[in-house]
C-alpha cells in the first residue's frame, strides 16, 4: 500500500470540493482547479478531509496512488494559499517587465525575448532583475518558470543568466595564465 496514497487530505476552511464523473473540482478563495482521474482510483471526500483509494491491485493503480492523493493534496494548497516561483536575473544590462499581457527579456541578445503569460498565472516585476510568478497550478507555475529560467540559465564561469531565487550555481575557477616555467 501506498505510503503517501493512505494520507487523507485535510479540506481548510473555504475550500469547497465536489467528484463527479471522474473528476475532482477544487474551489476556494485564490482560484479553483480540476483534474481528471486515473482509471482504477477513487476519491471520497467525508466531513473536512479527503481520501484516495484503489480499487485493483496491478502496478500502474498502485503508482496512480500516491500521486493522485498529492496532486490533490497540491490543488487543495493552490486553492487556498496559491503557489509562487522567484527567480533572478544576474548580468549588466539583464532586465526584465511585464507589458500587456507577456514578460519581456532583455537578457544578453541582440533583441528583447517576448514569453506569452500563460492563463491562470499571474507574473510580476518589481525589480528590473526580479521576476514572481504566481497562481494556483502548481504544474503551470513550475512549467512557466522553468521555460524563463531556460532562456538563459546561469552559466559557471561568471554566474550570469536567469536563476530561481537562492539557487546554488557552481562556479567554475578561470584558466589561469602564467609564465611558462620551461621557455627561455
Given at each position: 500500500?501506498?505510503?503517501?496514497?493512505?494520507?487523507?487530505?485535510?479540506?481548510?476552511?473555504?475550500?469547497?470540493?465536489?467528484?463527479?464523473?471522474?473528476?475532482?473540482?477544487?474551489?476556494?478563495?485564490?482560484?479553483?482547479?480540476?483534474?481528471?482521474?486515473?482509471?482504477?482510483?477513487?476519491?471520497?471526500?467525508?466531513?473536512?478531509?479527503?481520501?484516495?483509494?484503489?480499487?485493483?491491485?496491478?502496478?500502474?493503480?498502485?503508482?496512480?496512488?500516491?500521486?493522485?492523493?498529492?496532486?490533490?493534496?497540491?490543488?487543495?494548497?493552490?486553492?487556498?494559499?496559491?503557489?509562487?516561483?522567484?527567480?533572478?536575473?544576474?548580468?549588466?544590462?539583464?532586465?526584465?517587465?511585464?507589458?500587456?499581457?507577456?514578460?519581456?527579456?532583455?537578457?544578453?541578445?541582440?533583441?528583447?525575448?517576448?514569453?506569452?503569460?500563460?492563463?491562470?498565472?499571474?507574473?510580476?516585476?518589481?525589480?528590473?532583475?526580479?521576476?514572481?510568478?504566481?497562481?494556483?497550478?502548481?504544474?503551470?507555475?513550475?512549467?512557466?518558470?522553468?521555460?524563463?529560467?531556460?532562456?538563459r540559465p546561469p552559466e559557471p564561469y561568471k554566474g550570469k543568466g536567469i536563476r530561481y531565487e537562492n539557487e546554488t550555481v557552481r562556479r567554475k575557477a578561470a584558466k589561469?595564465?602564467?609564465?611558462?616555467?620551461?621557455?627561455?
Amino acid at each position: 500500500m501506498s505510503r503517501v496514497g493512505k494520507k487523507s487530505v485535510a479540506i481548510p476552511a473555504g475550500v469547497k470540493i465536489s467528484v463527479s464523473g471522474g473528476t475532482v473540482q477544487v474551489q476556494g478563495p485564490k482560484g479553483s482547479a480540476d483534474w481528471r482521474l486515473g482509471a482504477g482510483v477513487q476519491v471520497a471526500v467525508t466531513g473536512n478531509e479527503v481520501a484516495v483509494a484503489r480499487l485493483r491491485d496491478d502496478k500502474v493503480t498502485r503508482s496512480l496512488h500516491g500521486t493522485t492523493r498529492q496532486i490533490i493534496g497540491n490543488m487543495i494548497r493552490g486553492v487556498s494559499q496559491g503557489f509562487e516561483r522567484r527567480l533572478e536575473i544576474v548580468g549588466v544590462g539583464f532586465n526584465a517587465k511585464v507589458e500587456k499581457n507577456s514578460l519581456v527579456l532583455q537578457v544578453g541578445f541582440c533583441h528583447p525575448i517576448s514569453l506569452p503569460i500563460p492563463e491562470g498565472l499571474k507574473v510580476e516585476a518589481p525589480k528590473p532583475t526580479n521576476i514572481t510568478i504566481k497562481g494556483v497550478d502548481k504544474q503551470k507555475v513550475g512549467q512557466f518558470a522553468a521555460e524563463v529560467r531556460g532562456i538563459r540559465p546561469p552559466e559557471p564561469y561568471k554566474g550570469k543568466g536567469i536563476r530561481y531565487e537562492n539557487e546554488t550555481v557552481r562556479r567554475k575557477a578561470a584558466k589561469a595564465f602564467g609564465t611558462a616555467a620551461g621557455a627561455k
